[in-house]
Each structure stands twice: as structure tokens, then as C-alpha cells.
Nanobody
Framework: VQLQASGGGLVQAGNSLKVSCTAS????????VGWFRQAPGKEREFVAA????????SYADSTKDRFRISKDSAKNTVNMQMNSLQPEDTAVYYC????????????????WGQGTQVTVSS
């Protein structure tokens, strides 16, 4: 499956942005779709994930109070609303898919999109 992440851009600190993930096929009820990010010089880290079937959600501690992940079944899209963005949120944001639960480990996600750049200025 091919994934496409979109919606990144340049915003000022305190503002919001929504990134979206679409796929070349319909998401299955057994899929979990995750968002990860990688800042320059840092390792890729988990941000949030959602189970397509059932909608179970998990968040990283650093984003759980500001970010919201959701699915749009009609558009076959997973969105992530990012509020109160801070300069430390600057990164390339990737979406990924695995079969199973919406877990945090990047090594368990099989398919990855190309990423979308989010830059937060102070």
C-alpha cells in the first residue's frame, strides 16, 4: 500500500495545523494507522495512532493534550489536528500502517508515506 501524507506547512507558535494521510487502497478494519515525526538530527518518534476498525487511539505523552487523531471513513483518510504548536514540534511527519493494534513502536509499521514537513516558528 502507498501512503500519502499532506497538510504540512509553516505556522507560528501557538497556531494549529491539520495533517492527513491517504492510501492507495481502502484501509482495512485490521489496520492501525500511525503518525510519527522526525526532527533534524533526532530519531523518528511516535506521535499518535488509531485503529481503523473500532477506533482505539494511542498518543505519545508529549502530544496527547494538543493533538487529535481521527479517521474519516468516507474519505479513507486519517487526520491529525495539531493545536498549540511549538517550535519543538518542527519535524517531518510521516504516516504509517500496520496490521494490528495502534502501538507505538516504529519497527512494527510496515508501510510508510513520504512525510510532510511541519515547521513552527517562534
Amino acid at each position: 500500500v502507498q501512503l500519502q501524507a499532506s497538510g504540512g506547512g509553516l505556522v507560528q507558535a501557538g497556531n494549529s495545523l491539520k495533517v492527513s494521510c491517504t492510501a492507495s487502497r481502502r484501509f482495512f478494519s485490521s489496520d492501525a494507522v500511525g503518525w510519527f515525526r522526525q526532527a533534524p538530527g533526532k530519531e523518528r518518534e511516535f506521535v499518535a495512532a488509531i485503529a481503523w476498525g473500532g477506533g482505539r487511539i494511542s498518543y505519545a505523552d508529549s502530544t496527547k493534550d494538543r493533538f487529535r487523531i481521527s479517521k474519516d471513513s468516507a474519505k479513507n483518510t486519517v487526520n491529525m489536528q495539531m493545536n498549540s504548536l511549538q517550535p519543538e514540534d518542527t519535524a517531518v511527519y510521516y504516516c504509517a500502517v500496520r496490521t494490528g493494534s495502534p502501538i507505538r513502536s516504529i519497527y512494527d509499521y510496515k508501510y510508510w508515506g513520504q512525510g510532510t514537513q511541519v515547521t513552527v516558528s517562534s
